[in-house]
């Protein structure tokens, strides 16, 4: 958890960084640049490229030193010192800055963001290019209609099919700059439909990637989610049908220390399991449950609110079972369901009365 968050705080100050150099790069454009100003923005980005330096180094020792290779990083930490070095060497004028630009290539480095993206579009290749494939059709159609329409009527915009390959661009992802217009009624009846092709040919896009983009995230979600659920004892003894039905069904969540997770009195619609860390419940002599335990369980089965406030001792992380998905459990899995039924009761049991 710790590398964790430290790994967080590295990629936002490495982000910041990127974002101070990309800055000074666009301020270096502006003219009338007081020289004064240029040497200032010039030291910020050479002190944004000594930082890169270090950084490169840290990597290089780091993989040397746990073997673990981050293609990624290595990649955008090489090119980051390298391209605005040799542009500096290499290139005459101020513009050897504006390489400076790869370092927007350093968010992207070990993001796991990226690496999901980049998951998505290999998967998905096939649809994506069958789908640039028609475009690429509609276009040229889109053009070669639009010179036949209306190469007499504006000869200087529509007089060839490259000429009118602009005005299908433009048409077909419906930007519509309005600088070519076509006059005749064939032509703008063909820009009605290459506008409504251009708006299903996005959506198509747009939902191969959503979809994908979506599967993917639930199929990681299924793998984390598998490997906490094997990590309770309680789950062991359901068969594979059961154990990816109850997969599909619970929640992880990850509470901090101290965290009240129910409080007594409350109405109760969730238990929880614990995969890891310890929490109190605050019954009249405290118990302490750690990993592989449940709690909550109680409300669920008796309706009744909670019966004690449970609170994390440790940074606990959980997995919530909703009542609905309890009556699931239960016809699947009724061992287990008993089980949690008896736990119920003999708490209900050691809780004094009146
Ligand atoms: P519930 O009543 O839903 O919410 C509070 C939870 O604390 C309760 O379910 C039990 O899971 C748990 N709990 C209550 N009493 C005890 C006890 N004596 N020992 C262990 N856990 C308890």
Excluded at 261 to 280: H, L, N, P
Excluded at 318 to 344: C, G, H, W, Y
Aim: glycine share 8%; hydrophobic share 55%.
């Amino acid at each position: 958890m710790l590398r964790l968050f430290f790994s967080k705080i590295y990629s936002l100050l490495n982000a910041l960084l990127a974002a101070i150099g990309l800055l000074a790069v666009a301020a270096l454009t502006t003219p009338d640049l007081t020289e004064r100003a240029s040497l200032i923005l010039e030291i910020v980005l050479f002190g944004v490229w000594a930082a890169y330096l270090l950084q490169l180094f840290a990597t290089m020792v780091l993989h040397r030193a746990t073997g673990v290779r981050d293609r990624s990083a290595v990649v955008a930490d090489v090119l980051a010192v390298i391209v605005p070095a040799a542009a500096f060497l290499f290139v005459g004028s101020r513009d050897w800055s504006l390489f400076c630009a790869v370092w927007l290539l350093q968010p992207l480095r070990g993001s796991m963001f990226f690496r999901l993206m980049a998951r998505v579009l290999t998967n998905e290749a096939r649809n994506l290019v069958g789908v640039t494939t028609i475009f690429g059709i509609v276009l040229f159609a889109a053009a070669l209609a639009a010179y036949l329409t209306e190469r007499d009527v504006q000869p200087d915009k529509f007089g060839s099919i490259p000429l009118a390959m602009w005005w299908a661009v433009v048409t077909l992802s419906t930007t519509g700059y309005g600088d070519e217009i076509p006059q005749s009624l064939a032509g703008r009846t063909l820009a009605g439909l290459v506008m409504m092709s251009g708006i299903g040919i996005f959506a198509l896009w747009a939902g191969i990637l959503a979809t994908a983009f979506y599967e993917e995230v639930r199929r990681q979600d299924f793998v984390r989610n598998w490997q906490q659920v094997a990590a309770v004892p309680l789950f062991q003894k359901l068969g594979s049908a059961a154990l990816i039905e109850i997969v599909r069904a619970l929640r992880p969540r990850v509470v901090p220390a101290g965290t009240v997770i129910c409080r007594k009195g409350e109405a109760g619609d969730q238990m929880y399991f614990i995969v890891e860390g310890r929490v109190s419940v605050a019954t009249s002599s405290p118990v302490e449950l750690g990993s592989g335990s449940f709690f909550g369980e109680m409300a669920l089965i008796t309706g009744e609110p909670r019966s004690a406030t449970v609170s994390a001792i440790t940074e606990v992380s959980l997995l919530s079972l909703f009542s609905v998905d309890f009556q699931m459990l239960s016809s699947s899995s009724p061992e287990i369901a008993e089980i949690i039924r008896k736990t119920a009761l003999e708490r209900r049991g050691a809780i004094p009365h009146g």
